[in-house]
């Protein structure tokens, strides 16, 4: 089963930028298409963003479309989620997962398979 490792969470100022890292392995990235999730304290996880195996689609959230982009290179199992303009709304722990299958909405958790650790961003003057 694949494993997957976020990383590139820190400390930032509002509008600024931060570049969230998923890593993948023990699976071909190309079998799966990977969505990004957050979850900050006291809230319920969130979709955020997602992208399909090839790249070809993509979705966000209403909250982050302009602001964040997903992309992927699969030859180098790496997924990336650039947030730009971040706000103090966007606090949270953030986790990638990944689907073989994706057959309902991408926000869909129960479909991703496998999830990551989380790493914590933090959007604070």
């Known amino acids: 089963q694949v494993h997957l490792v976020e990383s590139g969470g820190g400390l930032v100022q509002p509008g600024r930028s931060l570049r969230l890292t998923c890593i993948t392995s023990g699976g071909t990235l190309d079998n799966y298409a990977i969505g990004w999730f957050r979850q900050a304290p006291g809230k319920e996880r969130e979709g955020v963003a997602y992208?399909?195996?090839?790249?070809?689609?993509?979705f966000y959230s209403d909250s982050v479309k302009g602001r964040f982009t997903i992309s992927r290179i699969n030859t180098e199992n790496t997924v990336y989620l650039q947030m730009n303009n971040l706000k103090p709304e966007d606090t949270a722990v953030y986790y990638c997962?990944?689907?073989?299958?994706?057959?309902?909405?991408?926000?869909?958790?129960?479909?991703?398979?496998?999830w990551g650790q989380g790493t914590q961003v933090t959007v604070s003057e």
């Open positions: 997962a990944a689907s073989s299958a994706v057959v309902q909405a991408w926000w869909w958790e129960p479909q991703f398979e496998a």
């Open positions: 992208i399909s195996k090839n790249s070809a689609t993509t």
